[in-house]
């Protein structure tokens, strides 16, 4: 029997229930992965409670990525074999995968091979961030040398990941934060400017910034009363892409600033880069390139055992952690 994480009922993080289940063998075009560590994401969290963009079937896994050691693979599976290290893309479907647990089988087209400058807990929480920020920032935005970009919730693992690939590139990340805590980290974390909203108007602080043109691009998971400060922020012909609705409140259009400045307005998931091979097969390279060159660097907030599985969805939704959280297994 394996140790797995389900729920049965939307709610808190007090829902979540390590439970033990036989995993079946691998199917056609899937490998079995024994997992070493797994990565929290917030959308997880807005799996588990709802509402969130799919539905689970009750007992629902979730968990979007994780690295481990294949065990076996099914028919059809070429590039892996016993004994490899791998990490996991998130898979297309939550409700069918899922990584929070002792063992998962995943599509095999989803697997990377674990680089080896990187630790199980890295390696356990790269992929949602860096496909998520590039397939915004690179395939959609086209952000090259000298955009100004704004992210916000930039202290959130993606957010992060965006800095480091606007800086990768030669863009400037304008990052975003409610309150001082944050600020001089992000600046080390290479934001070239830091805007904390509680006390600064954003659409004021990036006119001075980029001389009274504003940003190119806008990359949030917020939207709420945050979508008019960003569209006032923004350039003639830019673009806002929405990646999330963290935010409780009402997400009005701001029609006439966008109409006045031409603006998209762009809704995103990573699941535009997975569905696309072509997409996948860049963004692996870009991000693996990045690593290895060590442009792209996780950044770790805390790691939780396994058995604490509750405490670190409560500290996922604490708002304190400045990166990933991590999950490892004892066995």
Known sequence: MTRI????????????????????????????????????NRAESMFRSGPYVEAPEFPARLGYEGAGVVTAVGAGVEDFAPGDAVSVIPPLSITRWGSYGE?????????????????????????????????????????????????????SSVGLAAI??????????????????????????????????????????????????????AFDPVAGPMLEHLVGAMAQNGIVIEYGALSSQLTALPLFPVLA???TLHGYQYKEVVRDRAQLDRAKRFILEGLASGALKPIIDRVFAFDQIIEAHRYLESNQQFGKIVVTMSH
């Not at 009922?9 to 229930?17: D, I, Q, T």
């Not at 075009?29 to 797994?38: L, P, S, T």
């Not at 063992?103 to 630790?119: G, I």
């Open 164 to 217: 480091q690939i606007a800086r990768a590139v030669g863009a400037i990340p304008i990052a975003t934060t409610r309150t001082n805590a944050k600020k001089v980290a992000l600046l080390d974390a290479g934001a070239a400017h830091v805007i904390v909203t509680q006390e600064e108007d954003l659409a004021a602080r990036v006119g001075e910034i980029t001389g009274g043109t504003g940003a190119r691009i």
């Open 5 to 40: 994480v389900r729920f049965h009922e939307l709610g808190g993080p007090e829902v979540l229930r390590i439970e033990e289940v036989t995993v079946p063998p691998p199917g056609p075009g899937e490998i079995a992965v024994d997992i070493k560590a797994f990565g929290l």
């Open 103 to 155: 063992a998962a089988n995943f599509p095999a087209e989803v697997m990377v091979k674990r680089p080896p400058s990187l630790t199980w807990v890295e390696a356990a929480g790269i992929w949602m961030q860096y496909v998520t920020a590039y397939g915004a920032l690179i395939e959609i935005a086209k952000m090259a040398k000298g955009d100004v970009v704004i992210i916000t919730a930039a202290s």
């Open 261 to 263: 400045k031409n603006l």
